[in-house]
């Protein structure tokens, strides 16, 4: 059975619509059961931008089934992300989850339940990506792992899902161990600085605690060598959550055409030396400050 797709909006209609076209245009879209999570408005002037993208959503079809669930109540992305996978995952035993600022390529949907159907045996892979940097060395069917996931169109198991403190009871011990912090931002220079940021209240973010059981239990994320995934809300969004808007993203990446529909999965699960340095360049600090400068220097921060 193909894994139901979870869609998380809050208030970006156009991207949103852009998102759905995509998505309809897959492969296995008319085999696929979706689930839409609406968010209620977080302030008063967001609610009539809310009644519309609730209004549009009734008007979508295209899929195996839908099914709409309006929050009453302001959640925020953190909160419904992980509420809304729980309840669904906990029924079908796994998920593909997408937020409203995404474009797929027709073959989304395709790799990612192949993927989740080879590896789900596989206990070390705590979660799939559609999203990928480029990456040299590497045939386009081919996939490559990485300790470090990510929350641009991904997928994930129950018996995975379940594990995860959401609280990050271990993080007392964690905020002064230099070792430890260290050992973190292997993956990624941001981590422990942003898991300081979200246990200190200054950001809501499911997926930095995501990141940290990752860590802690040195689990794997499966990417393809072809992004199946684009992040159109990077650049001139005002309403991204996490993220000021860019004029230049260090993000960008090729989108692939959909014509592959069959990949090689590879067995051995580790990281291969020459493919993480390339993935983890973009998460460098020397990056992050030279994209923040050219942002700046082009008005691209606001």
Not at 159 to 164: G, K, Q, V
């Amino acid at each position: 059975m193909n894994a139901p797709i979870l869609i998380f909006t809050y208030i970006r209609l156009d991207s949103l619509k852009s998102l759905i076209s995509s998505l309809q245009k897959n492969i296995l879209a008319t085999e696929s059961d979706v689930f839409i999570y609406s968010d209620a408005p977080k302030y008063a002037k967001d609610a009539n931008e809310i009644n519309k993208i609730r209004d549009y959503l009734k008007t979508i079809t295209g899929f195996k089934s839908i099914t709409i669930i309006e929050a009453e109540k302001n959640k925020g992305l953190a909160t419904s992300i992980i509420e809304g996978v729980t309840a669904v995952i906990n029924k079908y035993d796994k998920v593909i989850v997408l937020e409203d600022d995404l474009i797929l390529s027709t073959n989304f949907l395709l790799f990612m339940n192949k993927a989740l159907e080879y590896y789900e045996s596989y206990l070390n892979v705590l979660s799939i990506s559609g999203f990928t940097m480029p990456i040299k060395g590497l045939l386009d069917n081919e996939v490559y792992f990485t300790q470090r996931g990510a929350s641009w169109g991904w997928a994930t198991w129950k018996n995975r899902w379940s594990e995860i403190d959401w609280k990050v009871s271990e993080y007392n011990n964690f905020k002064n161990n230099q070792q430890q912090r260290k050992q973190f931002n292997k993956m990624g220079s941001d981590l422990s600085s942003m898991l300081d940021s979200q246990m200190q209240n200054k950001i809501d973010s499911w997926a930095i605690r995501f990141y940290f059981h990752q860590f802690n239990k040195q689990l794997y994320t499966v990417y393809p060598a072809l992004s199946k995934v684009i992040n159109i809300g990077l650049e001139n969004d005002k309403y991204a959550t996490h993220t000021a808007w860019q004029k230049v993203s260090r993000f960008k990446t090729i989108l692939d055409n959909g014509n592959l529909t069959s990949f090689n999965f590879n067995s051995q699960v580790s990281l291969n030396k020459q493919i993480t340095t390339q993935f983890l360049k973009q998460h460098s600090l020397y990056q992050r400050i030279k994209y923040r400068i050219y942002n700046l220097l082009l008005g691209g921060f606001k």
